[in-house]
């Protein structure tokens, strides 16, 4: 997931305007976002004043001037080319992105050494981080294909783990045909292991 944050402010005497328009956001408008990748929008307004703050989740780490921005396909769609043109020219006149400084879900993680993934293409080797040893070192442990979790190396993806709470080849058969009750198939065996 990305995350982006921006900052404007919204021109004198034309807050209630804008809230009204985002308040009745075009269908066209929304379809054209979730089109180019974002998940989530919210704006934000501190009490009192004209500057609004937009924070913006993707699907991925998509570059939002490509996906959104003059020339991209989202403006492609006339009603989408015309919000943008007017909220910048009646509104605000463009946002300005943020620099994110901390985030709970990174910095925290790693105070407390927790397990962590790293993301591939960031600056940080993608190894996910794992206790090596009961004295708490943590050594790196090779990611999964495609930066993906859940993934076996040996089985390229293909889910062949006989405890997995999940259906399909491999997983978790019915104890007796037509009984509806659930038993685990060990691996190599046909023993059923009985629970409760």
Same mark, same amino acid.
């Given at each position: ?24 956001? $075009?269908? +066209? ?7 180019? =990748?974002? &998940? %989530? ?7 009192? !004043? ?32 015309? $919000?943008? +043109? ?7 006149? =463009?946002? &300005? %992105? ?7 879900? !990174? ?90």
């Amino acid at each position: 997931m990305g995350r982006s944050c921006f900052i404007t402010n919204v021109l004198p005497g034309k807050m209630d305007e804008y809230r009204s328009y985002h308040d009745n956001i $075009w269908p +066209e408008v929304v379809a054209g976002l979730r089109a180019a =990748g974002v &998940t %989530q929008l919210t704006i934000f307004n501190p009490a009192g !004043s004209s500057t609004i703050v937009m924070y913006m989740t993707t699907a991925g780490d998509i570059d939002l001037g490509k996906a959104t921005g003059p020339g991209s396909r989202y403006r492609l769609d006339p009603r989408c080319k015309q $919000w943008e +043109e007017l909220m910048d020219a009646s509104y605000h006149g =463009g946002w &300005t %992105q943020m620099n994110e400084i901390h985030s709970s879900d !990174s910095e925290w993680n790693r105070s407390l050494k927790l397990p962590m993934l790293e993301t591939v293409g960031k600056s940080r080797p993608a190894v996910a981080t794992s206790p090596s040893a009961p004295g708490g070192d943590v050594g790196p442990t090779p990611t999964s294909p495609g930066g993906r979790i859940n993934v076996s190396h040996a089985s390229e993806g293909v889910m062949k783990n006989q405890l997995a709470r999940y259906e399909g080849d491999g997983n978790a058969r019915p104890k007796s045909p037509g009984s509806g009750r659930r038993g685990i198939q060990p691996p190599g065996g046909s023993s059923q292991i009985h629970f409760g």
